[in-house]
């Protein structure tokens, strides 16, 4: 690609969807190693969370069949989705043991709570009920995790964490290893996906219609101007999301060694050396100094 080329040029978010392609073959080629692996090298946690991780290259490929097909606002969606996955799991994987069994204790009793539940508006009622719903008192470990998850007045906790996103980050800063600025790739993946994501998610009109620009500073609604803001966006969310990758890699290589996986995370990292990313619109700068 010329290093010349501009943010918000097509010549520019197919360098990086190539990227992000390249990350994506790490995050196949990752979980395809622990599976082989984690039978000669047993680990715990990596064991318990491999679902997670197997799950991240499902949604990371989910992200550029949606980009393919310029489903960019649904590309946020899915892109919001990979960001909390790489983060959960960087983060389960240095937390405190008591942190770690709740996150497995959900799992658990959501799969209880989902065979049955209600809904009520005004006096209206709808039930989903499955059948073979289990006996509480059969099992103790169920029974417990229920309560885990139940307030003092009896309604459900609907969240696995109790923390924020930036106190999983902190942890993360002291306990990885990983060079800070490593972390700083999910902060600022944070900044430039999560927000707008969930107001796609909700269904505002911002959320509706961020991704063609016309909330940028200095918009304006030309056919060309919205062409490059949407090249931009796309161009954001390549960006974003590979590093993110990298981040894991990273991570992961402090407590199960992928020494060759992270080498190649290396090399492709190299292709973004040297890129223009100032631009005029929605992104001014991309600032990832340590």
Not at 79 to 91: D, H, Q, S, T, V
Request: charged share 30%; with cysteine; aromatic share 12%.
């Amino acid at each position: 690609m010329n290093k010349k080329a501009k943010w918000g040029t097509q010549e520019f978010t197919n360098h990086l969807f190539r990227y992000y392609g390249k990350q994506c073959d790490l995050l196949e080629e990752l979980y395809k190693y622990q599976y082989d692996s984690l039978k000669k090298k047993p680990n715990e946690r990596v064991d318990s969370l491999y679902l997670l991780l197997y799950s991240m290259y499902d949604t990371a490929c989910s992200v550029s069949i949606l980009a393919m097909n310029q489903k960019i606002n649904e590309g946020y969606m899915i892109g919001r989705a990979l960001l909390e996955k790489i983060i959960n799991y960087i983060y389960l994987l240095y937390c405190d043991e008591e942190y770690y069994k709740r996150y497995l204790a959900y799992t658990k009793q959501k799969g209880y709570r989902n065979l049955k539940k209600s809904i009520k508006a005004g006096d209206v009622v709808a039930e989903l009920k499955w059948t073979g719903h289990p006996d509480l008192d059969d099992d103790k470990e169920l029974k417990k995790a229920v309560e885990l998850f139940t307030s003092k007045k009896g309604k459900t906790i609907s969240r696995w964490r109790n923390k924020t996103i930036e106190e999983m980050l902190d942890l993360i800063v002291e306990r990885s290893g990983v060079n800070v600025k490593y972390v700083k790739y999910l902060m600022i993946a944070m900044l430039a996906i999560y927000d707008d994501a969930s107001e796609a998610l909700h269904g505002t009109l911002y959320g509706t219609i961020f991704h063609i620009g016309i909330f940028s500073a200095g918009s304006s609604r030309t056919k060309s101007k919205i062409v490059s803001s949407v090249h931009g966006q796309l161009s954001l969310l390549f960006f974003a999301l590979g590093c993110c990758i990298n981040s894991l890699i990273e991570a992961v290589n402090q407590v199960f060694p992928i020494e060759e996986i992270r080498k190649k995370a290396i090399e492709n990292d190299k292709e973004l050396i040297g890129l223009d990313v100032e631009s005029s619109g929605k992104l001014t700068k991309w600032n990832c100094e340590v």
